[in-house]
Structure formats: structure tokens, C-alpha cells
């Protein structure tokens, strides 16, 4: 059993920068693919970034590539989203989430399975 438990979330203006964090604990976080999504008010939740076992793969919904950086640290069982030049719409609700298998594609990655979900953060970006 994999727990998760996201911080850094805030109230920024559009044009600031966050940088979220996820921690692991109750597993082999160096076993498992790793993805962000947020849920904004009245949406469905979408797929943000996702990132590999090893951190050489990554991935990302087209709206945030070039602003959205997702990182991770086996070591300190920790995986990162830092995001720059945020908008009006990237405010949501972000739930980092695992996934036991390693992502080889974009489509794996945005599909999972995830099986183990944080709490969620929120990110407030003002205009």
C-alpha cells in the first residue's frame, strides 16, 4: 500500500511560478510510474504530467509542455511538478497518483492504471 501526500499548492498570479511536491511512503516508490492530474471546478479530472520508474521518461497534457516540469527523487521518495508562466486556467485541484506499472508511452502514462492517490492541493492562479 502506497500513501501520497502533495504540498505546495497556493494562491499565485498568472505569470508566477509553484513548484508541487508528492510524498511516498509504504512502498517501492522506485517501482512505481508517477503521474500528476488536476480536477478543475465543474471538469473532469485530466492528466497533467506523468514520469517514469527511473525518471528518464516523461510526459505531459499538451497545454502545460514548456511550462510544466515534472521531476523525481528515489532517494527522498518524491516526486515533483514545478510549473511556470501559470494561467488563469491551470487553477484546480492537482492529485499526484502511482502507478505499478512504467510508463512507455503517452497513452500509458495518461491511462495508468494508477492505483494509489494523494489528497489533493489546491492551485489558485489569479488574472
Known amino acids: 500500500q502506497v500513501q501520497l501526500v502533495e504540498s505546495g499548492g497556493g494562491l499565485v498570479q498568472a505569470g508566477g511560478s509553484l513548484k508541487l511536491s508528492c510524498a511516498a511512503s509504504?512502498?517501492?516508490?522506485?517501482?512505481?510510474?508517477m503521474g500528476w492530474f488536476r480536477r478543475a471546478p465543474g471538469k473532469e479530472r485530466e492528466f497533467v504530467a506523468a514520469?517514469?520508474?527511473?525518471?528518464?521518461?516523461?510526459y505531459y497534457l499538451d497545454s502545460v509542455k514548456g511550462r510544466f516540469t515534472i521531476s523525481r527523487d528515489n532517494v527522498k521518495n518524491t516526486v515533483y511538478l514545478q510549473m511556470s508562466n501559470l494561467k488563469p486556467e491551470d487553477t484546480a485541484v492537482y492529485y499526484c497518483?502511482?502507478?505499478?506499472?512504467?510508463?512507455?508511452?503517452?497513452?500509458?502514462?495518461?491511462?495508468?492504471?494508477?492505483?494509489?492517490w494523494g489528497q489533493g492541493t489546491q492551485v489558485t492562479v489569479s488574472s
Open positions: 497518483a502511482a502507478d505499478r506499472t512504467n510508463p512507455v508511452s503517452t497513452a500509458q502514462a495518461m491511462g495508468g492504471p494508477y492505483d494509489y
Open positions: 509504504g512502498g517501492t516508490f522506485s517501482r512505481h510510474g
Open positions: 514520469i517514469s520508474w527511473s525518471g528518464g521518461r516523461t
